[in-house]
């Protein structure tokens, strides 16, 4: 009788789990575009070091601010195809920003870009794409840091939520992304 209820309260916790996943995904839907900040407090340039696991913002050389990030599962190396875990390395920009994504707010790398394209052609493989810079996936954010613990996208940088939101507010479509080894 005791392992039948035990199992009952675990199927019961897992639904809950399960259903509060859904409801923050859904919620996902009707989120609205947070407000840029304003233009002198803007990024020129967003510099990602893969081996530092540091996203740092700036403007006109100055440093805005910095955050630490996680990578793609397999971070050494540029990006080679698609499913390699890899983030990618080299110049790219922001394409759009998203603010109903998968994960909390993302701004979209503008990988693969047409030499990546070609390498990859050169090799017979797809170069991949998707590679983001984004929160915690929905109705993961109560991990907050602990995400840093290891590499766990699929080959994007990924921050805090609220880590998230600030950089969102700082990062305009078109501003230069650099990422180096």
Not at 37 to 60: C, I, N, Q, Y
Not at 83 to 92: F, I, L, N, S, V
Not at 115 to 139: K, S
């Amino acid at each position: 009788m005791r392992k039948r209820r035990t199992v009952g309260v675990v199927l019961g916790l897992l639904i809950l789990a399960g259903s509060a996943v859904v409801a923050s995904d859904y919620l996902q839907l009707f989120r609205t575009e947070p407000p840029l900040a304003p233009e002198a407090e803007r990024a020129d340039l967003v510099r990602v070091e893969k081996g530092a696991r540091r996203l740092t913002l700036l403007r006109d050389g100055r440093v805005l601010a910095s955050y630490p990030v996680a990578l793609g599962f397999t971070p050494v190396g540029h990006k080679q195809r698609e499913g390699d875990g890899r983030t990618p390395e080299g110049r790219y920009r922001v394409e759009y920003r998203n603010p109903a994504s998968v994960a909390h707010l993302s701004l979209k790398v503008s990988y693969p870009e047409q030499a990546d394209r070609d390498a990859a052609a050169a090799r017979g493989e797809e170069p991949g794409g998707d590679i983001m810079i984004h929160g915690i996936m929905n109705g993961l954010g109560w991990t907050g840091s602990l995400h840093r613990l290891m590499d766990w996208t699929s080959g994007c940088v990924g921050v805090s939520n609220a880590e998230m939101e600030a950089i969102y507010a700082r990062v305009d479509v078109d501003t230069p992304i650099e990422i180096r080894p």
